[in-house]
């Protein structure tokens, strides 16, 4: 089965789900005296997203032979709190582009985008607790807390060259893999999976999102704009220490520093910086270095799953995690 496949053929097992998981989103998102919400929310929600995390969501609790109704609201408080970090992520970056599309800030404005994420979060929060249980609540609800906690982090470790493998990698697990993770755990202990069961798939998620954040910075400077739903570069011209960058500076020689210091520290860019950059990247083997980190990732989720029952659902979630790195290997 190939890769893409794989993520077909999960859409296609829980298609049932996935059309509650969107009707009870549409409920959620609406607002009988502020109609800007559902707009704003809409535009995203709307714009063409794959759903992986609430995927991943269904997909834990059938694993584990969940048959109740709290796997969907679970997956829809997954999506409300990504769509929430989108919402946010946005402003902090002052992105115009997102999915393809003008970003939400960009069509209405900052304290819009803002306030309607706090909207979605608050909304999550009540999806969480109809569920009833306060291990679930308590996994998504720390989620929210590191995600919140790893976006800080960026703020002050983006544009310092001083920035390193080991707080890109809190970074990226806070702003993130912690979302992954919960979403596969959550749908585990909603399913009163077996201890060991919802580890695993905790460990699953977590390598997961590790690996498809580290892809997603790669592709800012080797990808194709309409796959990626933003321009390339994005990340050079915002001056993200990705981990492409990281790697670079780390074998950069004085002339090499200095064009990384002007570019990302000073923000004084010129027209041919982006392609320098990505040359230097190619002379030191950046690009691939970042290559092999995914897959290395993607090694961990797959090896997380042996901890579990052999199922079909087990099987597609192996090949999902190929799926996400086919787009570099």
Known sequence: MSEQGAFERLQALLHEDMEAVNHLIATRMASEHAPRIPEVTAHL????????????????????????PHHVGLAATVEFIHTATLLHDDVVDDSDQRRGRPTANLLWDNPSSVLVGDYLFARSFQLMVETGSLRVLSILSNA???????????????????????IYMKVIRGKTAALF?????????????????????????????????????LLDYGGVTASLGKNVGDDFRERKMSL?????????????????VR????????????EHAQGLMAKHGALEQTRE?????????RAALDGLPESELRAIL???ADFVVSRVV
């Not at 570019?263 to 982006?274: F, N, S």
């Not at 980190?293 to 989720?301: D, N, T």
């Open 144 to 166: 929210a807390a590191v995600i919140a906690e790893g976006e800080v982090l960026q703020l002050s470790a983006a544009q310092n060259l001083a920035t390193g493998r080991d």
């Open 181 to 217: 993770a919960a979403a596969t755990e959550a749908g585990a202990v909603i399913a009163d999976a077996p201890e060991p069961h919802a580890e695993a798939l905790r460990d699953y998620g977590d390598a997961l999102g590790i690996a498809f954040q580290i892809v997603d910075d």
């Open 318 to 320: 192996g090949d999902l």
């Open 293 to 301: 980190m995914a897959l290395e990732e993607i090694g961990k989720a």
């Open 45 to 68: 929600v709307n714009a063409g997203g794959k759903r992986l995390r609430p995927l991943l969501t269904l997909a834990a609790a059938r694993l584990c032979g969940y048959d109740g």
């Open 244 to 260: 492409p960058v990281i790697l670079a500076v780390e074998q950069a020689d004085a002339e090499e520093r200095a064009f990384w």
């Open 263 to 274: 570019v990302i520290e000073r923000g004084r860019q010129e027209d041919g910086d982006l």
